[in-house]
């Protein structure tokens, strides 16, 4: 739409109407579909918090303390001769 055209219920001279959108009207469509639309985006912010976490609890894990290695045997199970 060009700047040149004039939408319906507009009238060149008079002010123009707000939007439902900037008047706090809700947008057109079943309210199941709006009820979808906010389960899914609770389960997209439960996935980008859980994988939040995770990458926390990943970077925690691998700059603890590390345990000192317990010592290997050679595989044999008879004790090594003096």
Do not use: F, N
């Not at 912010?45 to 603890?64: F, M």
């Amino acid at each position: 739409m060009s700047a040149s055209e004039i939408e319906e219920g507009e009238y060149p001279g008079t002010r123009l109407r707000k939007h439902r959108h900037d008047l706090g009207h809700d947008d057109h469509g079943p309210k199941l579909a709006a009820g979808t639309t906010r389960a899914i985006q609770g389960l997209l912010g439960l996935w980008i918090a859980l994988t939040l976490l995770l990458v926390v609890y990943a970077l925690v894990g691998s700059s603890g303390p590390r345990s000192a290695a317990a010592p290997t045997s050679s595989g044999s199970a008879a004790p090594a001769a003096k």
